[in-house]
């Protein structure tokens, strides 16, 4: 039989609840010390007891609710007074809780980040410096625009004067560009006078050329350029003894004229009056040769000329380019079209380019008649009738520097990419217009010619080969030509009232602004010497001479030109 169990005497509290306040001598095992916390039936029990915390230094951790203090039997010798307060600071608790997960966002991003190196390296410092560059430039533009200056969003120091300031010169007048635009004045149709050299027909198959079957450009070495000025010219040097005018230019100096209000690179024309007479020359190895690139665009090009993407190098690129481009259109079967006399300045048996010269007057008022000499490079039957061309050439060199890629947008968006060039090449595109106006061309042809690759300046592809009538594109860049006939008349009536002697027309630099200067007979001469300025005197950022070269030939090599341009 099993032992009784002995429940034991249960003493009774005739004061309240729970045991009395003495201990009972009946539970010898019973606990000293054990207070009995008073409770209301409200009251939510938390825990019994915590084993996980130590009150080794009561003033440092003090109890956060006085309640837990019940719980507390560290005072009690019964519960393991014999161990030692130092172990119990041995324990430690650990945080096993996982780290709070992001509210937004991607995982891997904020593990990218973890992972990046605390170390700034010079990969990172590059990217911050491109960063701070490209803000730097955003907010410069920004600036600009906001200002409304088209010819003053670039740095002024950028460009040169083209021509030296000699302190010999006298300074006659300056006329700023604002004039310009007012200006109107209305010629009737010109005469031709005489036409010369010989045209090829132009080939309609480039008119098919589109980025998917692009045309590698060829290169003509054998070939003649003349770029010859007006006084070297031997017909208008017979013209103007048979006084058949009294002013008398070229269609490069007109056109050039025309259009100085959209000029932001500086140029230069010579202006001699022999007698009653009045003739524009441009000097020799002027930029008047060269076609300008990216002159009216927003982004800066570099400064260091033999770079490839300087405006020097680009502009004797956009030369080689042209004049390759205007001789491979054609069809080279040896058939031609002749006129009343051959190239004025070729020699007997050498080969020429392409082009025809139309020596035609114009009547600007009762006594005064003006004779230019024009251009035209191709000739084409339209319903048996003849029709001259004009062919001129765009050359994209960095898609990033236009922010349009040719090969991506010239089939389905061509009105971007042409508008793109209009914008940054307005001036080259107002003179080609000019031009073909003056030559009374039917039809304007514009290949977009791109490199091969962004840093193989010598190698191009023909993208594209679009055609259009001078007067409806000349309406559509908001070319005047009763505007551009005016700013002719107003020069050519100031330079009438000037003494017999040479002059030259300048482009400032820096300003919307042309001066005229009296310089001596003898200036840009062979035999002339130009003695710099101090620099605390000069007038005009200085640039380099570009004199030299027989003025009777003048023939333009681009190929030794290009190599020039790389030395």
């Known amino acids: 039989m099993v032992g009784g169990f002995e429940v034991g005497a249960v ?38 007891a915590d084993w996980t915390r130590t009150y080794n230094n009561p003033s440092r951790n003090p109890l956060r609710n006085p309640s837990d ?51 700034r390296d010079e990969e990172v410092e590059a990217r911050k410096r491109e960063a701070e560059k490209e803000r730097a430039r955003r907010d410069r533009l920004y600036n600009l625009n906001r200002s409304g200056g088209n010819n003053q969003r670039r740095e002024a120091a950028v460009f040169k004067s083209s021509v030296d300031i000699q302190p010999e010169w006298n ?7 604002s004039t310009f635009s007012k200006l109107s004045f209305s010629v009737p149709e010109p005469e031709d006078l005489l036409l010369c050299g010989g045209l090829e027909f132009y080939d309609r198959s480039y008119d098919r050329v589109t980025p998917q079957n692009e045309r590698r450009l060829e290169r003509f070495k054998n070939r003649n350029f003349f770029k010859v000025t007006t006084t070297d010219d ?26 100085a209000p959209r000029s932001v690179y500086s140029w230069d024309i010579v202006i001699q009056r022999v007698g009653n007479k009045l003739f524009f020359d441009k000097r020799d190895g002027s930029q008047l040769d060269l076609l300008s690139v990216h002159e009216t665009s927003q982004e800066p090009l570099p400064e260091a000329k033999e770079d490839i993407n300087s405006a020097y190098s680009l502009s004797v690129e956009a030369a080689y380019i042209n004049q390759n481009f205007s001789q491979q259109v054609l069809i080279r079967d040896g058939n031609k079209v002749t006129f009343e006399e051959p190239n004025p300045f070729a020699n007997e048996g050498e080969e020429v380019a392409s082009v025809a010269y139309r020596y035609r007057r114009w009547k600007l008022d009762d006594d005064m008649y003006l004779v230019a000499r024009c251009e035209v490079q191709s000739v084409v039957e339209v319903n048996k009738q003849r029709t001259f061309l004009t062919l001129n050439a765009l050359n994209e060199f960095d898609p990033k520097y236009s ?7 010239l089939e389905t968006q061509r009105g971007a990419v042409l508008a793109t060039e209009l914008k940054n090449n307005a001036n080259k595109l107002a003179k080609w217009t000019a031009q073909a106006l003056l030559a009374s061309a039917d039809l304007m042809k514009l290949g977009y010619v791109s490199r091969v690759h962004p840093r193989d300046h010598f190698n191009h592809v023909i993208l594209a080969v679009v055609g259009y009538k001078p007067r409806e594109f000349a ?26 002697g040479k002059y030259v027309l300048v ?52 190929e030794e030109k290009e190599v020039t341009a790389e030395a």
């Open 507 to 558: 482009k400032d630099p820096s300003k919307p602004q042309v001066r005229i200067y009296e310089v001596p007979a003898d200036a840009f001469e062979n035999d002339y010497v130009e003695e710099p300025l101090p620099e605390d005197e000069q007038v005009q950022p200085p640039a380099e001479e570009a004199n030299g070269g027989e003025a009777n030939t003048a023939i333009t090599d681009v």
């Open 403 to 409: 922010g349009v890629d040719w090969r991506q947008k």
């Open 171 to 177: 300074m006659l007048d300056q006329i700023p560009f």
């Open 11 to 48: 003493p009774f509290n005739p004061d309240g609840w729970g045991p009395p306040e003495s201990a009972s001598p009946h539970l010898p095992n019973h606990p000293i010390n054990v207070p009995f916390a008073p409770f209301s039936r409200s009251d939510k029990l938390g825990r019994i």
């Open 234 to 259: 031997p017909v208008i040097r017979r013209l103007a003894n048979e006084d058949k005018a009294t002013v008398f230019a070229t269609d490069s100096i007109l056109s050039t004229l025309m259009c």
């Open 475 to 500: 309406a559509q860049i908001n070319l005047n030509t009763t505007n551009m006939w005016g700013i002719i008349k107003s020069i050519v009536d100031l330079c009438m009232k000037l003494n017999e």
């Open 69 to 119: 203090s019940v719980f507390d039997f560290t005072g009690d010798d019964s519960f393991g007074a014999g161990i030692a307060a130092d172990e119990d600071s041995s324990f430690r608790l650990v945080d096993g809780k996982p780290p709070p997960r992001p509210k937004f966002g991607p995982k891997w991003r904020f593990q990218q980040q973890r992972q990046l190196p605390q170390r």
